[in-house]
């Protein structure tokens, strides 16, 4: 199960600007990623929750949907999390890539960099790697099989419950 | 009642997956008073327990034991261990076929006549021709009920279809409808008509579409002739001095080694499957595998040249609503070397619901590139490809040699390289649906490539000589006359037209046979 849960800051301006924040959206706190402007968290078990923003930042670069909140990028990638505290390999994988994407991105590191395109520019270089290929992979399955994101993408999913879409539209196109 | 057969009973046919070919037969040789014991590799899951969910429909009933792939084919680096997306569980892939039920044409009988030879492909003709096969298309027509045949229907054109026809229109296409579809647009048959739910791949809920789940399984089992062994995984077939096949290994649900003895036994397993056991069955005597004497079993495989092309319109479409594939043009159907390759294809409606079409779509495609195309997904129409690709020896499944699955045996490797004229064909296809779409408006077309195998053919293919072929015109194999390939593997070639009609019109026809030569006592 994904543990991610709305939750409200209850942090000051000034007690934000002290903890380390990435970007401007998310804040890390203790083990935990917060977005406080859309109020929920992401409690992490294996990875650092620095590796856990960056994974974000890092998902939302490799499927960029300006629609989809940061949200479901981080119900997304929390499986690496769950694999992580299983499997130390993976683990590894996933620690080992993201600091190594920090160092091919210069002093700020990944999310230091501003525009996506320099952030894509990275990832164009470690595309064959295990590591993109793991986040990748997982994020096909992992974030468009979440049924609370089909609705952005005007997918409807279930119809045998309403009865299908004989009365429902199947045939409704009207501007050919 | 379904009738439980001895396993010492060596007087019934061993038929080996209940698909469109095993699952036809059985009921037509049960409905003959012939016992047959039809071995399912998977479960029995009934029509109401389908998923309207692709990802966990795919675990319910997709074939998913591990296989091998080589050759030049997207699908072996984009899907190395999912060579094709078929069916695991009764009814096989009848229930996850769309439905389109297509006769073959002539010149398709006669590919080494009509075209030539071609360098790097194993044309050949078959041993049988349309006029023989046209009784027993009526026959499949009414069985399946398929539109716009017997006075049935044609299904109401979706909004998919609406843009297709649209589409078709403007480029002076002939020959698009909504036919030719094994989905009720009528109650028939004691099934429920279309309700246009779409899901048609994940088994239909209503039971409109025919699946011999549904169908020749229940009404054979009413037979008392007929009994269905469902998660039976064939492992080998066994043989005596003589030659002649006696019964079959297989691996039951809890993993153990049982034999049921035959009198005559039908593979139908799949044109992966299928030669893999017979391979699989190899023995002092028969050392490259059963009905190998020509060592054509599992060359020649085919999987239909496909791929598919998506357009974005500024308006809304909603292509997954309704009958995934009640829509076909047939005008690219014909053979024309003038466009560049022998043989032709159909286009006909397809969509995916958007966790299949962002993994299929451009299969390890990424960035804005991708993302921008799905942002679009309620704006898009699509269609699929279907053409005939050209046999090679080379396009085969062999077994592995050395993973092996849970029971010990080998698991396959599917080979493929695309022949020129197939890559030619696609090309042209990939064209003219562009050209389809941008005629109506869209701002945007994906030439998409070609999914994991649905269309599995050829690996046993069916020859007037012994010499070139593993079975003859019943699918009845060369070297030992009570052994029989009853799917798509005993293809010849695999023409432009979705197999399954052809599949069931075949069994239907070796049914008779299987009769007569019992009756005679020569099997």
Redesign the interface.
């Known amino acids: 199960m994904v543990t991610i849960y709305e939750k409200k800051p209850g942090l000051s301006r000034r007690e934000l600007l002290k903890r380390g924040s990435v970007g401007a959206l998310l804040v890390i706190s203790g083990s935990a990623v917060i977005s406080p402007e859309h109020a929920w968290g992401l409690q992490t078990s294996a990875l650092k929750p620095e590796t856990m923003a960056t994974l974000i930042q890092m998902a939302r670069d490799?499927?960029?949907?300006d629609?989809v909140p940061d949200k479901y990028y981080a119900i997304a990638v929390k499986a690496h999390d769950e694999q992580a505290d299983k499997d130390p390999a993976h683990k590894d994988l996933i620690e080992k890539g993201i600091a190594d994407l920090d160092l091919k991105s210069g002093k700020d590191g990944y999310t230091g960099l501003g525009w996506e395109e320099q952030r894509?520019a990275v990832l164009r270089e470690i595309?064959d790697t295990p590591f993109f290929q793991a986040v990748?992979g997982g994020l096909?399955?992992g974030?468009?099989?979440q049924k609370e994101v089909?609705p952005i993408?005007?997918?409807?999913?279930?119809?045998?419950?309403k009865?299908?879409?004989?009365a429902?539209?199947?045939?409704?196109?009207e501007?050919? | 009642m379904a009738a439980p057969f001895d396993l010492k009973n060596d007087g019934v046919v061993v038929i080996i997956g209940s698909g469109a070919g095993g699952g036809t037969l059985g009921n037509e040789l049960a409905q003959k008073g012939i016992d047959v014991i039809i071995l399912e590799a998977g479960a029995r899951h009934e029509y109401e327990d389908f998923i309207?969910?692709e990802?966990d429909s795919f675990a319910q009933l997709a074939w998913t034991d591990k296989r091998t792939t080589s050759g030049d084919w997207r699908v072996a680096k984009d899907f190395p261990n999912l060579p094709a997306w078929i069916v695991k569980s009764v009814g096989g892939s009848t229930t996850h076929w769309a439905g389109a039920s297509l006769r073959l044409q002539e010149h398709e009988f006669k590919t080494l006549s009509t075209y030539g030879k071609l360098e790097g492909a194993n044309l050949l003709d078959w041993p049988i021709t349309l006029a023989d096969l046209e009784p027993y298309y009526a026959k499949a027509e009414d069985k399946l009920g398929v539109t716009l045949t017997n006075n049935i229907p044609g299904l109401?054109?979706?909004?998919n279809f609406?843009?297709m026809k649209?589409g078709a229109d403007k480029l002076g296409y002939k020959e698009c409808h909504t036919g030719r579809m094994a989905i009720n647009s009528e109650p028939r048959d004691d099934r429920n008509a279309?309700?246009?739910?779409?899901?048609c791949f994940q088994g239909c809920?209503?039971g409109a579409k025919w699946s011999t789940l549904y169908t020749e399984i229940p009404k054979g089992e009413a037979t008392g002739h007929l009994e269905v062994r469902p998660n039976a995984m064939a492992i080998k077939i066994n043989h005596d001095a003589s030659g002649k096949v006696t019964g079959v290994v297989y691996a039951d649900k809890d993993g153990k080694l049982q034999e049921q003895k035959a009198r005559i036994v039908a593979v139908a397993g799949n044109s992966i499957e299928s030669p893999r056991l017979l391979l699989n069955s190899a023995s002092s005597q028969f050392p490259d595998g059963l009905a190998n004497s020509s060592g054509q079993v599992g060359k020649n495989y085919m999987r239909h040249t496909t791929g598919s092309v998506y357009g974005v319109?500024d308006?809304?479409?909603?292509m997954?609503?309704?009958t995934t594939m009640a829509g076909i043009i047939r005008d690219e159907a014909r053979n024309d070397p003038s466009r560049g390759f022998v043989g032709g294809y159909e286009l006909e409606t397809l969509s995916l619901?958007?966790?299949f079409?962002?993994?299929f779509l451009n299969p390890?495609g990424?960035?804005?590139s991708?993302?921008t195309a799905?942002?679009h997904?309620?704006?898009m129409a699509g269609m699929w490809i279907v053409g005939e690709d050209m046999p090679r020896e080379e396009n085969r499944i062999t077994l592995h040699a050395d993973i092996k699955d849970e029971h010990g045996m080998a698991v396959a490797d599917v080979h493929f390289d695309d022949h020129a004229n197939d890559t030619a064909m696609r090309n042209h296809a990939y064209k003219q649906g562009s050209a389809l779409y941008a005629a109506?408006g869209a701002t945007r077309t994906f030439p998409t490539p070609p999914y994991p195998s649905t269309h599995n053919l050829g690996t046993n293919r069916m020859s007037e000589k012994a010499a070139d072929g593993v079975v003859n015109k019943h699918g009845q194999a060369h070297d030992i006359k009570n052994l029989f390939v009853s799917d798509g593997s005993q293809f010849t070639t695999g023409g432009a037209e979705n197999p399954t009609l052809t599949i069931v019109s075949l069994a239907i026809r070796q049914a008779d046979y299987i009769a007569e030569q019992m009756s005679a006592k020569s099997i």
Not at chain 1, 62 to 65: A, L, R
Not at chain 2, 194 to 199: A, D, L, N, P, S
């Open positions: 490799i499927y960029p949907h629609q894509v595309e990748r096909v399955v974030l468009y099989n089909w993408f005007g997918y409807e999913g279930e119809s045998y419950s009865g299908g879409y004989m429902r539209g199947f045939d409704d196109i501007w050919l | 309207n969910d990802w109401p054109g979706n909004n609406k843009v649209a279309c309700q246009q739910t779409g899901f809920k209503w319109f308006k809304p479409v909603h997954y609503r309704g619901g958007l966790p079409m962002a993994a390890g990424w960035g804005r991708f993302t799905l942002d997904y309620d704006h109506v």
